[in-house]
């Protein structure tokens, strides 16, 4: 049976299925799909399937598996943005890797390509490279009638270790330093971003995602049906963070409608600009949680805005409690001696 589907990245996928086994390939266009689709399913019928697949298959590169599994896989995650600009950079740049078939790959291979890139990206970033080469390489293998030696290479790949706790606050001046950047830039919508960001804590994603449908105006919340963790939560909105959407035009379903990667280069230029250094807009959420907690809230009410699933995560944060726990303690101790 014959399907033809249009992925969410504007693709056409053909599909078909027989005798348990499935078939499939993407298109650009709609009618190559069909096309291929019905040719597929005529050599089904005849019996012929198995083999003139198996002859495609069994010479994939690595790359060729990549922008398929771009193609199928990513554009059904919900960080199909960030991953398919991963993949695409990839094979721009390690065509050599790319172009070997991936049952001529080895471990050594992929230990090669982690320390050629240790030397030029975080750990983090080398850990989410390896992460989907290592599921593509599964994916093709389960489904699309690939082998490989001895398992797959990527599994035996030692990860290097990440150290993603950040201490990263605004010093005096930058926050009015990046406000002025936007304005000279002419970015209209990365001041409202930003102020957002520092008012509610919340990740760029969430940020970007966000719905008028579920901004509540009366009750000053928004509601994020799909977070980064995948549990949706209900965010409190601030003062001044209303005042933010109450000044955002609604022409579009999205508050903020930008791209993941517009809003990195975006920044990029901003913070050169602003002459601030080492800070990402990750940090932004860093200072608003840390203000939160500064401003009196527990770390269960923090938690709540946010979305930290556990509540370990936030325990960094506790030293900027200190002084408000030692006044405490003080003002017990004076109840005390009277």
Partial sequence: MATVNKRPSGKWQAMVRKDGRSHSKTFTKRADAVKWARETEMLAEQGLLQQTAAGVVSNMSLGQVLE??????????????????????????????????IDKLTTADFVAHRDHRMQRVKPATVVRELGWMQHAIDIACSDWGQRVRDGNPVKQVRRPRVHNG?????????????????????????????????????????????????????????????????????????????????????????????????????????RTRAGVVDITFHDMRHEAVSRFVESGLSLAQVQMISGHRDLRMLMRYTHLQTDDIVAKLHAIGQQVTA
């Avoid at 896989?73 to 990839?90: D, L, M, Q």
Wanted: contains cysteine; proline residues 5%.
């Fill in 166 to 270: 950040r201490e990263r606050r605004l010093q005096a001046g930058e926050w009015q330093a990046l406000l002025e950047a936007v304005n000279e830039a002419r970015l209209p919508l990365m001041k409202p971003l930003l102020r957002l960001a520092l008012e509610t804590g919340m990740r760029r994603g969430e940020l970007l995602s966000m719905q008028w449908m579920h901004v509540d105006m009366e009750r000053c919340t928004v509601f994020l049906p799909l977070t980064k963790n995948g549990c949706a939560r209900t965010v409190p909105l601030s003062p001044r963070a209303m005042n933010v959407l109450a000044e955002l035009p609604r022409t579009e379903d999205r508050c903020l409608p930008l791209s993941g990667n517009s809003v990195r280069l975006a920044f990029d230029r901003l």
């Fill in 68 to 101: 398929r599994y771009r193609d199928e896989v990513t554009s059904n995650k919900r960080c199909v943005e960030n991953e398919t600009y991963a993949i695409n950079g990839f094979m721009r740049s390690c065509k050599k890797l790319s172009g070997k078939r």
